[in-house]
Structures are given as C-alpha cells and as structure tokens.
C-alpha cells in the first residue's frame, strides 16, 4: 500500500513558476515508477510526466516539453514536478500517481493516486 500526499498547487500568473511535490509512505516507494497527471475542469485526466524508479527515464506529454521537469528523491520518498514558464491552459488539478508498469501514459496501470493540488494560472 503506498499513499501519496500532493502539495505546492497555488495561484500563479503567465509566465510563473511553480514546483509540485509528491510524498508516499511506506518503505517501497523506490521501486515504483512514478507519473503526474492533470485534469481541467470537464475534461479527462490527462497524462504530464514520468519517471522511472531509478530516474533513468523520464517522459512527458508534447505540450510539457521544455517547460516541465520530473525528478524523485527516493530517499526522501518524494517526486516533484517543475513546472515553467506556466500558461493558463496549465490550469487544472495535478495528480501523482505510482505504477510498476511502464505502461506510462495508461491511468488505468496505476495503482495508486493522490487526492490532487489545484494549479491555476492567470493570465
């Protein structure tokens, strides 16, 4: 059983910055990968990011190129997300997530999920 806990959603403009960050309990988070996700209001969880349990590989949707950054402390049990030069179609609830699969972008392959952190861009 792994819970995870998002923080450091907030109110930013255009242009801002932001860094998310996703602590799991438990003693086995180094060996899931890990995945952040996102959901505008009416529309689908959408895939942003993912990372490997050693952090050896790394993906992201195309509009997240460049602008964001996933990383992981496994020592601190915690995955972050960067995110730059924000925009305020980045504007949604953010989601960790953890799966054993590299399935990557497939929801359904991950287990388990945060309660979300709202990020609302201005513009």
């Known amino acids: 059983q792994v819970q995870l806990v998002e923080s450091g959603g907030g109110l930013v403009q255009a242009g801002g910055s932001l860094r998310l960050s996703c602590a799991a309990s438990?003693?086995?988070?180094?060996?899931?990968?890990m995945g952040w996700f996102r959901q505008a209001p009416g529309k689908e969880r959408d895939f942003v990011a993912f990372?490997?349990?050693?952090?050896?590989?790394?993906r992201y949707a195309d509009s997240m190129k460049g602008r964001f950054t996933i990383s992981r402390d496994n020592a601190k049990n915690t995955v972050y997300l960067q995110m730059n030069s924000l925009k305020p179609e980045d504007t949604a609830v953010y989601y960790c997530?953890?799966?054993?699969?590299?399935?990557?972008?497939?929801?359904?392959?991950?287990?388990?999920w945060g309660q979300g952190t709202q990020v609302t861009v201005s513009s």
């Open positions: 997530a953890a799966t054993r699969t590299m399935a990557i972008v497939v929801l359904s392959d991950y287990a388990y």
């Open positions: 438990g003693r086995t988070f180094s060996t899931y990968h």
């Open positions: 990372i490997s349990t050693s952090a050896s590989t790394t």
